[in-house]
DNA sequence: AAACCATTTACATTTATATTGACATTTAAT
DNA sequence: ATTAAATGTCAATATAAATGTAAATGGTTT
């Protein structure tokens, strides 16, 4: 939804019209000036409020080419948008929602997250930090039983702990590797891990400080 | 179960509801008052009650956005979602607003990314990697002309460059530090860097491979 | 009595508007 | 090419309007 506009930026709105409807091109700042009686400054100024809420578009450093935009706006982000659970501790397969979250859900967009049922996880601490996931960061999760080598997986150990680490199959067991030099891989048995998910991307949020 | 709301607050709910479906935005106390033909004062009180009883949430000192929560304490997904551009690039010093040279727009939730006018930049090159900035990664910016120490920013470089790196502030300069021992820190005089924006957030996405 | 509703008044902050003057760029004329 | 005029930009500043907050006060409802 576009922002209204004050009175000012609708009478300067309306001049505009008018004038690349009589001329087929925006009036100087400073003709416009002198119609609206107000400094060239002044209409510089309303121009970028107008810009701002996109009701026009300006060409160029110095050139005075405009257009009226119309009423346009890209409605289709109602279709973007996708609501996704968050997940506070996974145990025994049977993931819990986190309340203390935002009502332990997240929006994201749908365009840059493809794909069905996802979850995010909270992530505790440091352990992938090479990876580019940090303590509090959300992992966007996508539901899966199986692993590919070397991706990044939500994982849980022996029924109990969720983790996530970076996915190897060795000939006898499965390694989960970090990713940061402090941690070390864990080489488990086939039935000692329990692949929940995929990582396939990171929100973070919340870096005031 | 959230308390029940007197007959005055039900008035009051009802009416910001249909003006934030309208409209998208809350309307000003005045203004508000002059529709339910009260004080102003007397809506602020009734906002206060309502946000006592989490019916709405309201941000920032002076700002005017509010958010209808739902029974569970939720923001209404509706208005969670913001959509926000995607800077393709800085150039030339200049501001903002001028710059939007669509690379898309990006949804993102509004609970997690408070503040107004935020924007995302896409990130290139590793040299924030232990900041758990990645290549590729959607860095998202809020507008600023100023940083404080340590903060973490867009920066324009000689009105050239875009770069986002840590922020440190000398007796005789500024600091750009990345966050990655294979770059170097960068010294410049106070007229050579331009701050941007503050990286309040990261968006990362398309982790397939 | 306590919670609620409401008013008036004063105040701080933000946003919008406007001015002036200097400057850089473009355009057109020479 | 040089010059002059027109034009857009920017900075500093000022003012007005809109807006949220707070305090003091009193009425109404429960």
Redesign the interface.
Known sequence: ?R??LTQNQQKVMDYLKQQVKENGIAPSLRTAAAELDISHAAVAQTL?FL??KAYIR?EG?YSRTLHILEDTG?ID?GQ??K?IPIIGRITAGLPMYAQQE??G?????????PGQNLFALRIQGSSM??A???DQ?LA?CEPRQYARDRE?VVALIHHEEATVKRFFLLPDGIELRPENPDFTPQIYGFDEVLIQGK??????????G
């Open positions: 939804m922002q209204k970028k810009e701002d300006r450093r890209d982000a973007r948008q609501q935002w009502g859900s997240l929006i994201l967009d749908a365009a840059l997250y930090k090479d580019g996931i940090l960061d966007i990044i990582v396939i991307g990171i929100v973070r949020g919340g870096m005031e």
